[in-house]
């Protein structure tokens, strides 16, 4: 079983990945707080995720209703029945165990 790792070495691998970069020339830029969201100085409208309009939905009554009915139309497997025999368990008012008995 292989061992996960814990957070600080997580943490460990992070910061190592982030100096490699960093050494090998990369840079990071700094953001001023929710910056980064705003294009132009304003917030984008378009990435709000209501400018495509209403979708048509599909109703779901009529597909519901043939699910119900496959599910009515299957008749449940009955277990089958052995005629061996099985052990009971006789308890005393207390529900401690008193003996088994076997029940044809």
């Given at each position: ?32 707080r ?58 005393d ?12």
């Amino acid at each position: 079983m292989n061992k996960r790792p814990t957070k600080r070495e997580i943490r460990q691998q992070m910061n190592n990945e982030v100096d490699q970069y960093l050494n090998k020339g990369g840079e990071v830029r700094e953001f001023q707080r929710g910056e980064s969201g705003l294009i132009n100085g304003k917030i984008d409208d378009r990435s709000s995720g209501f400018e495509q309009g209403k979708q048509k939905r599909t109703p779901l009554l009529d597909e519901l209703k043939a699910v119900d009915e496959r599910k009515k139309s299957e008749t449940p497997a009955s277990p089958a029945k052995s005629n061996r025999p099985r052990k009971k368990i006789i308890y005393d008012d207390f529900g401690e165990p008193v003996r088994e008995v076997w029940i044809e």
